[in-house]
């Protein structure tokens, strides 16, 4: 069973950073892609980035050259670097984990409970 844990989420300012990690149990964790996804109230749930097994990486436009996802597959961890922090980055951080899981959120069979991230002005 694979079971993304997410953890690093807080309350900062404007222009600040957070690290997000996700814990994910399991034997078969490099072989997952993992993308990282965020919702805020009232809004949908929408893509941030996602790390294939192989390194490769991709960005929403909103986040691009502002965060960057990494993954530790001796730790089963993943991560999200968030640098220049803004209010509208305020949301429920996701992480989730499949094996073919793409930037629009499909194939994704394994998410996580989320963790809180809210950025003040």
């Known amino acids: 069973q694979v079971q993304p844990v997410e953890s690093g989420g807080g309350l900062v300012q404007a222009g600040g950073s957070l690290k997000l990690s996700c814990a994910v149990s399991?034997?078969?964790?490099?072989?997952?892609?993992m993308g990282w996804f965020r919702q805020a109230p009232g809004l949908e749930r929408e893509f941030v980035a996602v790390?294939?097994?192989?390194?490769?990486?991709y960005y929403a436009d909103s986040v691009k050259g502002r965060f960057t996802i990494s993954r530790d597959n001796a730790k089963n961890l993943v991560y999200l670097q968030m640098n220049s922090l803004k209010p509208e980055d305020t949301a429920v951080y996701y992480c989730?984990?499949?094996?073919?899981?793409?930037?629009?959120?499909?194939?994704?069979?394994?998410w996580g409970q989320g963790t809180q991230v809210t950025v003040s002005s």
């Open positions: 989730a984990a499949g094996l073919y899981g793409d930037s629009r959120g499909r194939n994704y069979d394994y």
């Open positions: 399991g034997r078969t964790f490099s072989s997952y892609a």
């Open positions: 790390i294939s097994w192989t390194r490769n990486t």
